[in-house]
């Protein structure tokens, strides 16, 4: 991708929280090789750490704790070892993904109406 669209995309994921430089993106081709860069360098990974910031964060977002206790029982969580911080930094990491689902069709944008013009540009030249 080009200098510009990669630091486009930069600030649309910036929007979402992923904080990932326009340099870094410069070498990807497409929107599925941003998210494998993102999936492989930690970026949908969310941390929430202490007890208070985690009750925080799940009351605000799974205030009965049904989306994320499914999701530590898909990431084979067991009672004993599940705590506040666990399932806070497990929803917010599957919300970090769905935030950048929400944006995919604007990052294609940002990729196609570039390479529009780009080609349009080279043909007339």
């Known amino acids: 991708m080009t200098k510009t669209q990669a630091e486009k995309i930069s600030k649309l994921l910036i929007d979402i929280d992923i904080e990932v430089s326009a340099d870094e993106l410069?070498?990807?081709?497409?929107?599925?090789k941003v998210y494998e860069?993102?999936?492989?360098?930690?970026?949908?990974?969310?941390?929430?750490?202490?007890?208070s910031n985690a009750i925080e964060y799940l009351s605000e977002h799974d205030n009965s704790l049904t989306e994320s206790l499914a999701l530590a029982?898909?990431?084979?969580?067991?009672?004993?070892?599940?705590?506040?911080?666990?399932?806070?930094?497990?929803?917010?990491?599957?919300n970090t993904r769905e935030a950048y689902n929400g944006i995919i069709d604007?990052?294609?944008?940002?990729?196609?109406?570039?390479?529009?013009?780009?080609?349009?540009r080279s043909e007339n030249s």
């Open 37 to 51: 860069y993102l999936d492989e360098h930690d970026h949908f990974n969310v941390e929430i750490i202490y007890h």
């Open 26 to 32: 410069e070498d990807l081709e497409d929107q599925e």
């Open 73 to 94: 029982s898909d990431a084979g969580c067991t009672l004993e070892n599940l705590n506040s911080e666990i399932l806070a930094s497990l929803l917010a990491s599957q």
């Open 106 to 120: 604007d990052i294609e944008e940002v990729l196609n109406s570039e390479e529009k013009y780009e080609n349009g």
